[in-house]
């Protein structure tokens, strides 16, 4: 069972990878049959070849959205704001792609690190804890990125029936929303990975405690000892494994840290202007007349981003929280059971826990955490609030 949950976290990962590179963000080569990642000339010139695209191609799809807006509302006020969403969105996708090809090499060394430490560790615990969640979640993960890219197909096929002259770009300008959704569900990928491995340290651990407290009173000193002795090392092991586990935490914040910055601004952006692009259908402030279908398949692309957030701000909480646990399993064993080598074991770990810096942050500003989303809720009400504002006060009003 074992072997065959974890060729299913394999597989999922693949189709993480293949997504990827299809859209130019995995700037080296990978090879599924001995898990080895690896620099590649053409993997950086596809990279490059679509980050030219993206840079000079993007502006004129950019244009053609903004003689939709032109038409689609009789203010100045939502086509200001439509155009500089798609200006940030524009510099969101040339930045990450810049950044995914300027980093390949540490990525690529992050990468066969962890698949070492992957075999490493599941040579150690072969048992596996909660697979059904990390499947999941991994499973959700992919299941999200496809359904936000066909919503944005079908809302632009919708579209699409009322212009006609856009109909050639229907299937390129998927290609921001990809790239930008592809960034967050690989990012939530990545941290269950990284969860899985804290929670079968955890999981570990408490059976050890659980051990060590049922151990038969009977027994004898020489029995204890024995049992204090292999518990130790088991500890020391984990030690072991948990350390490198937060320096893989480190690095991978320190690879994304950047790319969450550009992220999370252009994914706030995509929320609450689009929201208030739905105020002014709802007001009657639209040069022309929003179908239900395009106004349905909006809401439908809303709440996949919505979606998208919480999975990276929830998975990302949950990671910390598994991360703090482990101190928490450590003092449940009952040390005045033990003899002086393993209560040493336990408080090196313990120790080792309290010096770790385990959030994982945006450039130092902010945490991915639930209290990132709670912000992000109300900052996005406020603005909301003060674009209606504007609009109700005249501000942009009229066209020349």
């Not at 969403?85 to 090809?101: A, H, K, R």
Request: aromatic share 16%; with cysteine.
């Amino acid at each position: 069972m074992a072997v065959k949950t974890k060729a299913n976290f394999y597989r999922l990962a693949s189709c993480f990878y293949y997504c990827n590179k299809f859209f130019g963000l995995a700037a080296f080569s990978y090879n599924p049959t001995k898990r080895k990642f690896s620099e590649s000339v053409g993997s950086v010139a596809y990279c490059l070849l679509f980050l030219v695209f993206t840079f000079f191609f993007y502006p004129y799809l950019m244009y053609q959205f903004l003689l939709f807006l032109e038409k689609s509302f009789s203010t100045n006020l939502g086509t200001s704001i439509g155009t500089f969403q798609s200006l940030l969105q524009w510099l969101t996708l040339i930045s990450i792609q810049c950044i995914n090809i300027y980093d390949r090499k540490d990525i690529v060394v992050y990468y066969n690190k962890k698949v070492l430490y992957d075999k490493k560790f599941s040579s150690t615990i072969p048992e596996i804890y909660r697979k059904k969640y990390f499947l999941s979640m991994l499973f959700l993960a992919l299941i999200v990125f496809v359904f936000k890219l066909l919503s944005g197909y079908i809302l632009m096929a919708f579209i699409v029936q009322k212009e006609q002259n856009i109909k050639p770009y229907l299937i390129i300008y998927l290609i921001p929303s990809a790239i930008t959704t592809l960034t967050g569900c690989s990012f939530t990928m990545e941290i269950t990975c990284l969860q899985f491995f804290v929670t079968q340290i955890n999981c570990s651990l408490k059976k050890l405690a659980v051990e060590l407290v049922n151990f038969p009173k009977t027994s004898s000193e020489a029995q204890k000892m024995i049992l204090s002795c292999e518990i130790s090392d088991k500890i020391d092991l984990f030690l072991i494994f948990h350390s490198d586990l937060t320096k893989f935490i480190a690095t991978f914040n320190r690879l994304q840290t950047r790319i969450l910055l550009f992220y999370f601004t252009n994914k706030f952006l995509e929320l609450i202007i689009p929201a208030f692009f739905k105020y002014l259908t709802i007001a009657g402030l639209t040069a022309t007349t929003s179908t239900a279908d395009i106004f349905a398949n909006s809401l439908f692309n809303d709440v996949f981003n919505i979606m998208e957030l919480i999975m990276m701000t929830v998975c990302t909480n949950s990671l910390m929280n598994e991360m703090s646990t482990t101190a928490k399993i450590l003092h449940e064993f009952p040390v005045h059971k033990t003899d002086d080598r393993l209560k040493e074991s336990i408080n090196r770990f313990s120790l080792q826990i309290l010096q770790e810096k385990r959030p994982i942050s945006v450039c130092g500003m902010f945490n991915v955490d639930n209290t990132l989303l709670y912000s992000m809720i109300s900052s996005m009400t406020s603005y909301l609030i003060l674009l209606v504002q504007f609009q109700l006060q005249g501000v942009g009003s009229s066209k020349g």
